[in-house]
């Protein structure tokens, strides 16, 4: 007999045993005598015979496997962010599935429904509806009720889901960086990119305001420009700025692909960064590092946020009592796109 093609049924025929019996030794159950459990390895042993791992999960009703929802995966961040928990993933014997929306929040049910057809082990949402003010309510629902049979981690709030969250602090990252900007003494600062409703833009901006009054520093309205978080929407709201009677002399951008945005609005002005605009932004993946001047922001400190993520869905599956929701702590790195305020 082929080792290739050996089966459980095979080894059981010729132990004479029943194929229930040579899984519950494979599985090391003790629930086999240990003259059954002597012929049933014996068998093994002469065949060299490793069992479907899919199989096996099956008898344990487990698949291994993790999805992950995001909204674009073209994202340094969501690329990133799902890279860190693959890796974290397989230290712990799973692998991996993404789901990428293209930004369209209507197809995260679709998505749902697959990976709960596929007996994922549990199910990680970064994004889309997990960052809404107005979740759908039908999507909420769902989740809650595959919720019941395997752990879900969200990073984000989504309002009425009984899920775990793991989420990064917004306020702390946003006064950072208006206390070193207006340490360099910087006052007028725009903020550029985001949309009103989604939750971490808005607590951003709400942090943005605050630091602003609590340094009784004026306010100006038409520094805080609505956009989207691409490129595109960078450059667009740069084109806003342009159009001010005062120009700022620092921008944050709401993250990295809105930072170069802004980079190729200032070149195409022939303004340089930092010498006529200071810029910094949020996210910290390569894409920090590789645009020139190399960009100051706030570090989401990916690696964490995926081991956290990761030691969550793990701690429940073993029946370990967990938090609810964790939150993991930015932090300021310092590049060279910053210039103190030329007077």
Not at 40 to 64: C, G, H, T, W
Not at 103 to 132: F, W
Request: aromatic share 8%; hydrophobic share 35%.
């Amino acid at each position: 007999m082929s080792n290739n093609a050996i089966t459980v049924y095979d080894i059981a025929r010729e132990a004479g045993v029943s194929p229930a019996t040579v899984s519950r030794v494979l599985t090391n159950n003790a629930r086999v005598s240990e003259e059954k459990k002597k012929r049933v390895q014996e068998i093994i042993n002469k065949y060299d015979f490793e069992p479907n791992s899919f199989a096996r999960n099956l008898s344990k009703q487990e698949s291994k496997t993790i999805g992950m929802i995001v909204p674009d995966i073209r994202s340094p961040y969501y690329s990133t962010l799902f890279v860190e928990c693959e890796m974290e993933a397989s230290r712990y014997g799973y692998n991996m599935i993404l789901c990428n929306t293209i930004n369209e929040i209507s197809s995260e049910s679709g998505h749902l429904h697959n990976l709960s057809e596929k007996r994922v082990d549990a199910l990680i949402q970064v994004g889309g509806s997990a960052d809404e003010v107005h979740p759908d309510s039908l999507y909420v629902n769902r989740l809650n009720k595959i919720s019941r049979k395997i752990p879900i981690v969200i990073a984000g709030e989504l309002a009425g889901a009984n899920v775990y969250r793991v989420m990064t602090e917004k306020t702390h990252g946003m006064k950072e960086l208006l206390s070193y900007l207006t340490g360099l003494g910087h006052r007028e600062i725009a903020l550029v990119g985001g949309r009103n409703t989604v939750i971490p833009t808005i607590r951003k901006r709400e942090a943005y305001v605050e630091y602003f009054s609590e340094k009784e520093i004026p306010i100006r309205d038409e520094y805080i420009i609505e956009t989207d978080y691409s490129v595109e929407s960078g450059y667009e709201g740069m084109q806003k700025l342009f159009s001010l009677n005062k120009l700022p002399t620092a921008v944050i951008a709401i993250n990295e692909l809105a930072a170069i945005g802004i980079y190729k609005a200032l070149n195409e002005k022939g303004l340089r960064v930092p010498d006529d605009m200071s810029v910094v932004g949020y996210d910290n993946t390569y894409f920090s590092e590789i645009t020139t001047p190399q960009l100051t922001c706030i570090s989401y400190n990916l690696r964490t946020y995926a081991q956290i993520i990761m030691e969550t869905i793990i701690n429940i599956k073993s029946k370990q009592e967990d938090e609810k929701t964790k939150y993991i702590q930015t932090n300021l790195v310092v590049r060279s796109s910053c210039n103190k305020r030329n007077f």
